[in-house]
């Protein structure tokens, strides 16, 4: 199953900022909260997240993807600017860019979450994928559900028995954990 099962277009994004735009992490639960509130609105879907202290990945289904962009950018300046702390960046102190690319077939966006998925592991952040707090992951596993992650696509391609699927999907994951683990090696 390589086809799309959807008329709409699913994108890879990365949103870039400066080294510690995500570090506090109400700024992570803001960001995933508006996300929430977005796709929810706009009726756009959220396959894969992670969130970094510098930066945001996402596999998003939608009709307009630059909306969205344009959308999450906004959120993400608006909470920065929120007088909570002496420390709140001034506007022309936040700088955001991103990338996007479209992911054409199952196993292409299937590879995008793994690798979106493999983030915090891959910089050092934890050992295991599970504990990293601010990805999509947890949910596909079963650890955590974030509400904002539709995971029936991602978990579709690997089986239509939910169990069977989630076992899959961990082995998927592991795989790419043992290769980053040997290529770091040499």
């Known amino acids: 199953m390589s086809h799309l099962p959807t008329e709409k277009k699913v994108f890879y994004y990365e949103l870039e900022g400066s ?68 420390e709140t960046p001034r506007k022309d102190q936040i700088a955001l860019s991103g990338q996007m690319r479209q992911l054409n077939t199952l196993p292409e966006i299937a590879d995008c979450c793994r690798k979106i998925h493999q983030t915090p592991l891959r910089q050092g952040y934890v050992s295991r994928l599970e504990d990293y707090w601010w990805s999509s992951y947890p949910s596909y596993v079963g650890f955590h559900q974030w ?40």
């Open 19 to 86: 080294r510690y735009l995500f570090a506090d992490e109400r700024i992570k639960m803001h960001l995933l909260e508006r996300i929430s509130e977005l796709h929810q609105r706009d009726g756009w879907l959220l396959f894969a997240f992670c969130i970094m202290d510098d930066r945001a990945y996402f596999v998003i289904e939608a009709a307009r993807i630059a909306g969205v962009i344009r959308t999450l950018q906004s959120a993400v300046r608006k909470q920065l600017l929120q007088p909570e702390t002496s």
């Open 147 to 186: 509400d904002v992650v539709d995971a029936r696509l991602l978990s579709l391609y690997f089986s239509v028995n939910p169990g069977i699927a989630r076992k899959k999907l961990k082995q998927f994951h592991a795989l790419e954990s043992e290769l980053s683990l040997a290529e770091s090696h040499f």
